[in-house]
């Protein structure tokens, strides 16, 4: 499975920005997708995930303000409302895939998302 972000750019607080991830190769086995995030100096933290059956599950500064989502063909989306000056980080698409082989992560390249004035 290979994942493709983009959307990511500089918006200003209390402004909105979608992010979308593209899956290709053996994305029919993909289960869960979420996005992740990663600011300067910090650890990667949970934004939001969402299994193939459309359940959310979303970080606690997101809630209200993020929405994922995902299509048919397995495109990953973030919509990102109310965006604020912490909100800046590189943000990575994930995919949790399993196949008679075995079940593993992969990590899209991560899109910067930059929210200032």
């Known amino acids: 499975v290979q994942l493709q972000a983009s959307g990511g750019g500089l918006v200003q607080p209390g402004g909105s920005l979608s992010l979308s991830c593209a899956a290709s190769?053996?994305?029919?086995?993909?289960?869960?997708m979420g996005w992740y995030r990663q600011a300067p100096g910090k650890e990667r933290e949970l934004v939001a995930l969402?299994?193939?059956?459309?359940?959310t599950n979303y970080a606690d500064s997101m809630k209200g303000r993020f929405t994922i989502s995902r299509d048919t063909k397995n495109t990953l989306y973030l919509q990102m409302n109310s965006l604020k000056p912490e909100d800046t980080a590189v943000y990575y698409c994930?995919?949790?895939?399993?196949?008679?082989?075995?079940?593993?992560?992969?990590w899209g390249q991560g899109t910067q998302v930059t929210v200032s004035s």
């Open positions: 190769g053996s994305s029919f086995s993909i289960n869960i």
């Open positions: 994930n995919a949790y895939s399993c196949s008679p082989s075995g079940c593993s992560y992969h």
């Open positions: 969402i299994s193939n059956t459309r359940s």
